[in-house]
């Protein structure tokens, strides 16, 4: 089964500094992977996502996630952290059928410090 | 216009109830989700369901049971709520534009806001 780990259930950075939220995946095949945010009392909004068409992916907000297949890595990044980025940051999986749903990391909670 | 709504968002109800939370997309989408989010916010899938085939993880209780009236709406009926089921419950739909179904996993899901359940 396909599943993701993100290492660092929270993680702390200064307004402007750079941002870095790691995942990394186990998966025998190409997997479809994604960044989801949730913000407070919200749902889950997409990021971005990478679906084998190029490694690396951009996504909305600033952030952008490369995919390193010799690392099964894909950490997102942002080059300046905005106090409007503080939120929960999920990394999912899904399999090659859609129908099994997603499979999700147990999520990161970003802190932007003033 | 919200593309996956959800009712109600907030629902507070007694042991042993059984109680219904409401989903509706607008999207055209062919495929449907419930996902639980814990209290530790861990995401989990619950279901899956398009016009042809419902997809049940095997670890949901069978007190849990979708409902589909039609293509834009999946419902979610939980039969003698236990404590345990005190989670926010999230609605996502998505599509795959081929037209294959269910939808392959390059599509994004696009969910809800959230039902926040909780057993007293």
């Given at each position: 089964a396909q599943s993701v780990t993100q290492l660092g259930s929270h993680v702390s950075v200064s307004e402007g500094a750079l941002v870095l939220l790691r995942c990394n995946y186990s998966s025998s095949v190409p997997p479809y992977l994604f960044w989801y945010v949730q913000y407070p009392n919200q749902g889950l909004q997409l990021l971005l996502k990478y679906t084998s068409a190029a490694t690396l992916v951009k996504g909305i907000n600033g952030f952008e996630a490369e995919f390193k297949k010799s690392e099964t890595s894909f950490h997102l990044t942002k080059p300046s952290a905005h106090m409007s980025d503080a939120a929960e940051y999920f990394c999912a999986v899904i399999s090659?059928?859609?129908?099994d749903g997603l499979t999700f990391g147990k999520g990161t909670h970003l802190i932007i410090q003033p | 216009d919200t593309a996956v709504s959800q009712t109600p968002k907030y629902l507070v109800t007694q042991m042993g109830n059984d109680k219904s939370i409401k989903c509706e997309q607008n999207?055209?989408?062919?495929t449907m989700y419930w996902y639980k989010q814990d209290s530790k916010k861990f995401l989990k899938i619950m279901f899956s369901y398009n016009n042809k085939e419902l997809i049940i993880?095997?670890?949901?209780?069978?007190?849990f049971s979708p409902k589909s009236p039609d293509k834009a709406h999946l419902n979610l009926h939980i039969n003698s709520?236990?404590?345990?089921?005190?989670a926010v419950y999230f609605c996502a739909s998505s599509q795959d534009p081929s037209g294959h179904l269910p939808a392959t996993g390059n599509q994004p899901q696009h969910f809800g806001d959230g039902t926040r359940l909780s057993i007293l």
């Open positions: 090659g059928g859609g129908a | 999207l055209g989408h062919d993880n095997e670890t949901v209780p069978n007190r709520l236990e404590l345990g089921d005190s």
